[in-house]
């Protein structure tokens, strides 16, 4: 009888660990929405909404052996999961990749996709009528944004407001000053190193006048509040002897287990790895974990498996628009053509249609 693996949340740490598993396990999916959400590709729907259909994929393709439960997981212990109704699902390994929220509309922010379809289409048309359009966040979720608004709909008076001094200053100089550059030439206008004092919404978009900590204030026809991911922590935190890290997410120990409970383990935004919270990060876990669960089921202790390592410095792809932007690739920094290649033209959508089983 195949050991079952109970994996808690649907985004691009767990679609990719259920599909890796499907063969070799029973696996079951616990997730609340109906559709995968790809971040990437929501950002551009804004300015895009055609995108949408592509961008939104349902599940029920996803596995052809296990399971994909429609539910809000609500306990976990060392035999299973408790869901919201008071279904147990019982599980010899359970992975928590309950991911992290962000604003409207680059994730969705209930579990109806209908909901999030009317919020997308809102914010497309205010985004329409707006002629001054400030992104407080220059992270890359906001970079990203000012760069498909450049393209898409050039006359428009974008503002990239940002507390660091330059763009990504963790990353390579050229990574950066490239992408300052091209946004320059976009006409997208860039203030660093002020704080924005007035933020009156973290969650969805706005009209009003920032004030920012240099004493300049700002009115714009729409405010994007683009300030990064909150990670998903109510479940975890329910753990016995579970940790908070410094930015919220939950600590592991170096088999990416949270808890004192030696059969659970938490991964991607959730959890506190050494990676940052991107898809790159999951997309280095899920391989790992496979490997890892594939080997405790056939009898190896934990303790005999090679600790998990993040990324020394991953990979970092920012398209500006479907024709520019700047990546670092680990050994070199790349410019339009690689970038455009790699993420611009397609972000990724053939990649996930064809892992939910879309083609």
Not at 12 to 29: F, H, I, M, P, W
Not at 92 to 114: H, L
Not at 119 to 125: E, K, L, Q, S, Y
Not at 133 to 158: C, N, R, S, W, Y
Request: charged share 20%; net charge neutral; no cysteine.
């Amino acid at each position: 009888m195949s050991q079952r693996i109970v994996i808690v949340g649907g985004g691009y740490l767990g679609v990719q660990l259920a599909k890796g598993l499907d063969s070799k396990a029973d696996v079951t999916l616990i997730e609340p929405r109906s559709h995968f959400a790809h971040t990437p590709a929501l950002i551009r729907a804004v300015v895009n909404p055609q995108l949408l259909d592509q961008a939104l994929i349902p599940y029920d393709r996803l596995l052809q052996n296990g399971r994909v439960i429609r539910s809000r997981a609500i306990h976990i212990s060392g035999d299973g999961v408790t869901l919201e109704n008071g279904q147990e699902v019982p599980a010899d390994y359970i992975v928590i990749a309950t991911g992290s929220s962000n604003a409207v509309p680059f994730k969705p922010n209930s579990d109806s996709i209908d909901a999030f379809r009317t919020d997308n289409a809102r914010v497309h048309d205010r985004l329409g009528a707006a002629q001054t359009i400030a992104i407080v966040g220059a992270g890359a979720v906001g970079t990203e944004l000012a760069g498909e608004i450049a393209h898409f709909m050039p006359q428009k008076d974008v503002t990239l407001i940002s507390d660091e001094a330059t763009l990504f200053p963790s990353m390579p100089q050229k990574l950066a000053g490239g992408l300052a550059a091209k946004l320059s030439k976009a006409g997208v206008k860039t203030i660093f190193g002020v704080r924005v004092e007035n933020l009156e919404s973290t969650s969805e978009p706005y009209s009003g006048t920032l004030a920012l900590s240099n004493g300049q204030q700002i009115t714009a026809d729409l405010i994007f509040p683009v300030i990064g991911s909150r990670p998903s922590t109510e479940l975890s935190e329910t753990l016995p002897g579970v940790v908070k890290g410094g930015g919220g997410r939950i600590k592991t120990d170096a088999w990416l287990r949270p808890s004192e409970l030696p059969n659970v383990f938490a991964a991607g935004d959730v959890a506190e790895t050494g990676d940052a919270m991107t898809v790159v990060g999951a997309s280095r876990q899920a391989p790992w974990l496979e490997k890892t669960l594939v080997a405790l089921m056939g009898g190896t202790a934990v303790e005999n498996v090679p600790p998990y390592k993040p990324w020394d410095k991953a990979p970092f792809l920012v398209p500006l628009g479907p024709q520019k932007g700047n990546s670092y690739l680990i050994l070199f920094t790349a410019g339009n053509v690689l970038t455009r290649a790699m993420k611009g033209k397609d972000l990724f959508l053939s990649k996930y249609n064809k892992m939910l089983g879309r083609g």
